[in-house]
């Protein structure tokens, strides 16, 4: 519930901040000058620049959540196998992130078009501090589950 908050927060500054880009864009561009048309067209395409980049980060959040629900929903969660214990904090040490890791790695190895893989290898690269690394990881899964309820649905 955390990590959905600081992404509502998050998107309400951009949200504020935007606006105000936006109403001093309009207002550049409306001002006759052309230097200053100029700017304002770029100050818009900013905004609409972020807002994409913002969306997509917020529909990757969701998708993730969705894919961790059905995980857990067929028994593959614990994420964690057996024996791995974490900090007070919640964090791995960083050797058994590793190790962890090197799991994760190869069982999408060894099935590579399975999108479970795919979303705990983005986990394990959550653990080892690599956030784009996992966010690429999770856009691989969410095309794969994807990919995998297209295929359901078509066979009917």
């Known amino acids: 519930m955390t990590s959905r908050l600081g992404a509502l927060f998050t998107v309400a500054v951009m949200v504020m ?7 001093t864009g309009v207002s550049l561009l ?5 230097v ?20 997509g980060e917020v529909r990757l959040g969701a998708d993730s959540e969705r894919l961790a629900r059905r995980l857990a929903e067929e028994g593959g969660l614990p994420y964690d ?3 791995v214990t ?4 919640g964090r791995l040490d960083k050797e058994v992130a590793d190790e962890l890791f090197a799991v994760r790695r190869a069982q999408v ?14 986990a394990a690269y ?12 999770m856009r691989k899964a969410v095309a794969l589950a994807r990919a995998e309820g297209e295929g359901e649905g078509s066979g009917r």
């Open 17 to 23: 901040v935007s606006s105000a880009m936006a109403v």
């Open 30 to 34: 409306a001002s006759g000058d052309l």
């Open 36 to 55: 200053q048309a100029g700017v304002g067209v770029g100050v818009l395409l900013l905004v609409v620049v972020g807002a994409v980049l913002v969306a």
């Open 81 to 83: 196998p057996e024996g």
């Open 86 to 89: 974490r900090r007070a904090s």
């Open 109 to 122: 190895e060894a099935a590579p078009e399975d999108w479970r893989t795919w979303w705990r290898l983005a």
């Open 126 to 137: 959550g653990e080892a501090r690599d956030p784009r690394r996992g966010r690429r990881a």
